[in-house]
T-cell receptor, first 112, second 113 residues
Framework: QKEVEQNSGPLSVPEGAIASLNCTYS??????FFWYRQYSGKSPELIMS????GDKEDGRFTAQLNKASQYVSLLIRDSQPSDSATYLC????????????FGPGTRLSVLP | ETGVTQSPTHLIKTRGQQVTLRCSSQ?????VSWYQQALGQGPQFIFQ???????GRGNFPPRFSGLQFPNYSSELNVNALELDDSALYLC????????????FGPGTRLTVT
């Protein structure tokens, strides 16, 4: 079992719809969770972090964490074509950033 | 823009050669982590430097080594290059109080032929 799993996609949604991206992780002691956006040919950009169970909202983005189910998700409301990118889920297994594990990423395509 | 810079942008090397990649961290950040990202995959952790000391290492062989300087900039050195070392090499910086919130530089694309 891989440490961090994501559907590779592509996930296609129409403009204005809600995009839902999912991630599961295997290590129960994981402490903190992140979503990065990566445009083709560019480096990852941090868009959300979440540390405790529940929802965290930032603009059009909502991160959801369920540690019991070892599941973290990212919702993008009112999706725009500019949201088309690969979304990487990352899990940190300690408080020092030394055990930072990325998933393979989900490619999102928002269709105009 | 994160304020993290990397050089060079692109590099082509031959198998068996050695390469040095450079990274300048964001102002105020004292921790630098290096990642390797192969095409179509997520970044893989190579190692982390904090206050000039290696502070954690992923599953990479010893021919991957690094340095951090007093100004917190960092180098990644790879000896005896192999074809599979072809990848995007990413540097990420973070600060001591929120070390797990990492901000990436633009990366160096290394091609080994």
């Amino acid at each position: 079992q891989k440490e961090v799993e994501q559907n590779s996609g592509p996930l296609s949604v129409p403009e204005g719809a809600i995009a839902s991206l999912n991630c599961t992780y295997s290590d129960r002691v994981s402490q903190s969770f992140f979503w990065y956006r990566q445009y083709s040919g560019k480096s990852p950009e941090l868009i959300m972090s979440i540390y405790s169970n529940g929802d965290k909202e930032d603009g059009r983005f909502t991160a959801q964490l369920n540690k019991a189910s070892q599941y973290v998700s990212l919702l993008i409301r009112d999706s725009q074509p500019s949201d088309s990118a690969t979304y990487l889920c990352a899990v940190n297994r300690d408080n020092y950033g030394q055990n930072f594990v990325f998933g393979p990423g989900t490619r999102l395509s928002v269709l105009p | 823009e994160t304020g993290v810079t990397q050089s060079p942008t692109h590099l082509i090397k031959t198998r068996g050669q050695q390469v040095t990649l450079r990274c300048s961290s964001q102002s105020g950040h004292n921790t630098v982590s290096w990642y390797q990202q192969a095409l179509g995959q997520g970044p893989q952790f190579i190692f982390q430097y904090y206050r000039e000391e290696e502070n954690g290492r992923g599953n990479f062989p010893p021919r991957f080594s690094g340095l951090q300087f007093p100004n917190y900039s960092s180098e990644l050195n790879v000896n005896a290059l192999e074809l599979d070392d072809s990848a995007l090499y990413l540097c990420a910086s973070s600060s001591g109080d929120r070390v797990y919130e990492q901000y990436f530089g633009p990366g160096t694309r290394l091609t080994v032929t």
